[in-house]
């Protein structure tokens, strides 16, 4: 029944619009665990203090769901087919942030196949995550074999690439399982690491504190003289991803249109950027998940810009 039951999610899970499902076993992460406290401990999370708050729950499912069994891991392609050239502006967004918030997108999804699975299982109990959860996501897609880790440490299919949105569902039933995917299909390459301007990048490892995505939305406050030159990204940053030639070779635009852009993310000029005031800022970004960074990031990346 378990196979047929992990079909029958498979299949309902696509329907809702997810290009990726697997499903594995919920067990321990020790190494895993380890691996997160040393990168906490070398201060790389930078002033992402929530990450090291939970990190007992990050770091062993069981502290944060106990009665968990199986992780269903799904994956959604937000590729929208433009890229960085076609903008009016110097100004550049990361792809995810062109259209509408994927935190709302996904979680409406993973609520819709949650219930439907509790009418097809009655008693189960289950959490819908996205990247806001304490769940190592990565971790999870991989061992449910969505993909591996690449030496940028996204998670990288060969359908889509990395253009994928994660989440997951944690319930308290067997299912029948996925097998992990243990290739490592970056072999040689290290155009990621290569390409990072600010040098944010080990193999299979990131320097939050370095990286321009971290800067441009997590990071509170004024840049020190070390991380003023942010190569033109207001928010967030797709360089690692943009010369991924698993990106190049196999991206697919999503079927989903809730992640294409704003006519204005594509079609404002520098001064348009420049006079964005609170209220505009507000209106322009209402339902995206650009609001993460506030009026007051967003501005003072552009200031840092010029």
């Not at 062109?98 to 979680?107: F, I, P, Q, R, T």
């Not at 819908?128 to 991989?142: E, I």
């Not at 949105?165 to 690491?193: K, M, N």
Request: net charge negative.
């Amino acid at each position: 029944m378990s196979e047929s039951l992990a079909n029958c999610i498979k299949a309902k899970a696509h329907d809702l619009g997810f290009h990726k499902v697997g499903i594995t076993r919920a067990v321990s992460t020790p190494k895993e665990k380890e691996n997160l406290e040393t990168w906490l401990s070398l201060g790389h999370h930078g002033t992402m203090l929530w990450l090291a708050e939970r990190k007992h729950e990050r770091g062993d499912i069981y502290t944060y769901f106990p009665d968990v069994k199986s992780v269903i891991s799904l994956g959604m392609n937000y590729y929208s087919g433009h890229g960085q050239s076609e903008l009016n502006s110097d100004n550049k967004f990361s792809n995810y942030a062109w259209g509408e918030d994927y935190h709302d997108v996904l979680k409406s999804k993973l609520y819709k196949l949650l219930s439907w699975l509790k009418i097809e299982m009655p008693g189960l109990n289950g959490i819908a995550c996205v990247d806001t959860s304490p769940v190592m996501d990565k971790v999870w897609a991989q061992r449910a074999g969505l993909g591996w880790q690449g030496k940028h440490t996204n998670l990288i299919t060969r359908d889509y690439g990395s253009w994928l949105f994660l989440g997951e569902l944690l319930v308290d039933i067997e299912l029948d399982y996925d097998e992990l995917f243990s290739e490592d299909l970056c072999g040689s390459c290290t155009a990621c690491i290569d390409a990072c301007p600010t040098q944010a990048l080990g193999e299979y490892e990131i320097y939050a504190e370095k990286c321009i995505s971290y800067l441009t939305i997590e990071h509170r406050g004024d840049f020190s003289d070390n991380h003023s030159e942010l190569h033109h990204w207001i928010y967030g940053c797709d360089i690692c991803q943009e010369v991924c030639p698993w990106n190049e070779k196999f991206s697919q635009v999503t079927t989903q249109n809730y992640f294409y852009p704003k006519k204005e993310i594509l079609s404002w000029t520098n001064e348009d950027w420049e006079r964005i005031d609170e209220e505009g800022f507000r209106k322009l970004f209402k339902g995206s998940a650009v609001k993460r960074t506030k009026y007051s990031g967003l501005s003072r990346n552009i200031n840092a810009n010029r």
